[in-house]
């Protein structure tokens, strides 16, 4: 059975980090694309990076510079480190592989960026 559980968010002022952490289980994580995604309230889910089995990434527009996506294959895990956050990352964040696999959704962690 395939889990993919992510861990790390909190409340953040503007201007502060985070660090997101999905620990995948089930799957032959080392051979597939991850992303992390996010979907903000009334908002659809979006892509917010992905990371390819060598390393090379991609980011949407709105994270770049700010977001850096890693992998571990050797446990696993799959992280996104978020610096500069503002009020608009404001959302429960996701990871799947991608493109993603429905029935791969887990619970998210909850990020919000708040004074």
């Known amino acids: 059975q395939v889990q993919l559980v992510e861990s790390g968010g909190g409340l953040v002022q503007p201007g502060g980090s985070l660090r997101l952490s999905c620990s995948a289980s089930?799957?032959?994580?080392?051979?597939?694309?991850m992303g992390w995604y996010r979907q903000a309230p009334g908002k659809q889910r979006e892509l917010v990076a992905a990371?390819?089995?060598?390393?090379?990434?991609n980011y949407v527009d709105s994270v770049k510079g700010r977001f850096t996506i890693s992998r571990d294959n050797a446990n696993n895990t799959v992280y996104l480190q978020m610096n500069s956050l503002k009020p608009e990352d404001t959302a429960v964040y996701y990871c799947?592989?991608?493109?993603?696999?429905?029935?791969?959704w887990g619970q998210g962690t909850q990020v919000t960026v708040s004074s």
């Open positions: 089930g799957i032959m994580f080392r051979v597939y694309v």
């Open positions: 799947n592989l991608h493109p993603p696999t429905t029935t791969y």
């Open positions: 990371i390819r089995t060598r390393g090379s990434t």
